[in-house]
């Protein structure tokens, strides 16, 4: 996927955040992500998907039309019965990783280019000064700003579906109880394997 301008990724996450996020706490997390941490600079990964400037504001939005378009699906609809409301698709999609902000170092790794010369290249590094694991760190910020749902939070804690590190029944079971857990983790792995 081309890259954007870190302008026109803001730009696009605001309007949509905006246009569907509207519970209490909802304007102060914005003003925290625009301004008093780096979610609209830091990469989304240190070497693998969205790993530039703004690819974490860019993954998030990724996440955001895939889960949209699953969603609108006719067999999720007719079939599953899945519905949830815009707020919900947004701020599950837009806030799964809140738990990478702040946690990207820029660093430099020593590559062999193609005339087989060591040469310094930028890269990333991961360092976390907040080890509270992944979707659940995402729904612990989320939390200090705004109330989410059970299913919400659910689905943002187990977004990382059977790809993370976790017990596979416990996975199974989330998923299965939680279905906008499971969209969501779908979403995911399309933005990043698919898309990204």
């Known amino acids: 996927m081309a890259e954007r301008s870190m302008t026109e990724i803001k730009e696009e996450f605001i309007s949509i955040y905006n246009?569907?996020?509207?519970?209490?706490g909802a304007d102060k997390l914005l003003e925290y992500l625009s301004g008093r941490c780096d979610f609209f600079t830091a990469p989304a990964s240190t070497k693998y998907?969205?790993?530039?400037?703004?690819?974490?504001?860019?993954?998030?939005?990724?996440?955001?039309?895939?889960?949209?378009?699953?969603?609108?699906?006719?067999?999720v609809k007719e079939l599953y019965k899945l519905s949830y409301s815009g707020e919900s698709?947004?701020?599950?999609?837009?806030?799964?990783?809140?738990?990478?902000?702040?946690?990207?170092?820029?660093?430099?790794?020593?590559?062999?280019?193609?005339?087989?010369?060591w040469e310094k290249v930028p890269t990333y590094r991961f360092e976390d000064k907040l080890p509270y694991g992944?979707?659940?760190?995402?729904?612990?910020?989320?939390?200090?700003?705004?109330?989410?749902?059970?299913?919400?939070?659910?689905?943002?804690?187990?977004?990382?579906?059977?790809?993370?590190?976790?017990?596979?029944?416990?996975?199974?079971?989330?998923?299965?109880?939680?279905?906008?857990?499971?969209a969501l983790s779908v979403a995911d792995m399309e933005a990043t394997f698919l898309l990204e």
């Not at 701020?91 to 738990?99: E, G, P, Y």
């Open 19 to 24: 246009e569907n996020i509207k519970r209490d």
């Open 49 to 75: 998907h969205c790993c530039y400037e703004g690819g974490l504001a860019q993954h998030s939005l990724n996440v955001y039309h895939c889960l949209k378009a699953y969603l609108e699906r006719e067999r």
């Open 89 to 117: 698709i947004a701020i599950t999609a837009l806030l799964h990783d809140m738990c990478k902000i702040d946690t990207y170092v820029s660093d430099f790794r020593n590559v062999k280019n193609d005339q087989g010369v």
């Open 134 to 182: 992944h979707g659940e760190k995402s729904v612990y910020m989320i939390s200090g700003f705004m109330r989410l749902t059970r299913e919400e939070a659910m689905a943002i804690r187990w977004h990382m579906g059977f790809s993370g590190s976790e017990d596979t029944n416990l996975v199974s079971r989330a998923l299965e109880s939680y279905p906008l857990a499971f």
